[in-house]
T-cell receptor
Framework: AQSVTQLDSQVPVFEEAPVELRCNYSSSVSVYLFWYVQYPNQGLQLLLKYLSGSTLVKGINGFEAEFNKSQTSFHLRKPSVHISDTAEYFCAVRPHNTDKLIFGTGTRLQVFP | NAGVTQTPKFQVLKTGQSMTLQCAQDMNHEYMSWYRQDPGMGLRLIHYSVGAGITDQGEVPNGYNVSRSTTEDFPLRLLSAAPSQTSVYFC????????????FGPGTRLLVL
């Protein structure tokens, strides 16, 4: 069975500071990896995804993530956050042999002025 | 394209009542799914469909029914609402294939009294 762990339920940070949101996964088969963002009272939208190739993936709004196969991690980073980045962020995996998308429990990023 | 649409946005039910949450997409996606989002639990898959006439259970299917008579529509039925079904429900769709991006609707907020 597959699982996704987001260790930090909340991450407070000041505006213009860097941030890293951690994601680790467990799977017996290869997976595709995704980060989604959910702004208040909205649905989820894709930030970025890793399918293959370069392990550093760039997404929308200045976010990037790095796939580390040996550590089974897919941490999300942004060098300088804005107030508008305040949202909940979900890491998700989809095993290569299934249609199902498995989500972590989410990390709430709160950016303070 | 309207993308993935959901109705209603909000609903209050009494225990034992039944209702249908509507979901439609205009992107000709084969794969559609329903999730529920609860605090601290991320998104959990209720039911999914890989095409018209084909549905299957996800992680938490009890108390819910689905059908897929057309490519566009994927309604979720609560047979006899219970307070434990108080949640935010998201519908999602994508093209077939594990690499494909999943698109989410804006959600339906359900309160069962």
């Amino acid at each position: 069975a597959q699982s996704v762990t987001q260790l930090d339920s909340q991450v407070p940070v000041f505006e213009e500071a860097p941030v890293e949101l951690r994601c680790n996964y467990s799977s017996s088969v290869s997976v595709y990896l995704f980060w989604y963002v959910q702004y208040p009272n909205q649905g989820l939208q894709l930030l970025l995804k890793y399918l293959s190739g370069s392990t550093l993936v760039k997404g929308i709004n200045g976010f990037e993530a790095e796939f580390n196969k040996s550590q089974t991690s897919f941490h999300l980073r942004k060098p300088s956050v804005h107030i508008s980045d305040t949202a909940e962020y979900f890491c998700a995996v989809r095993p290569h042999n299934t249609d199902k998308l498995i989500f972590g429990t989410g990390t709430r990023l709160q950016v303070f002025p | 394209n309207a993308g993935v649409t959901q109705t209603p946005k909000f609903q209050v039910l009494k225990t034992g009542q039944s209702m249908t949450l509507q979901c439609a997409q205009d992107m000709n996606h084969e794969y559609m799914s329903w999730y529920r989002q609860d605090p601290g639990m991320g998104l959990r898959l209720i039911h999914y469909s890989v095409g018209a006439g084909i549905t299957d259970q996800g992680e938490v299917p009890n108390g819910y029914n689905v059908s897929r008579s057309t490519t566009e529509d994927f309604p979720l039925r609560l047979l006899s609402a219970a307070p434990s079904q108080t949640s935010v429900y998201f519908c999602a769709s994508r093209f077939q294939g594990p690499q494909e991006t999943q698109y989410f609707g804006p959600g339906t907020r359900l309160l069962v009294l």
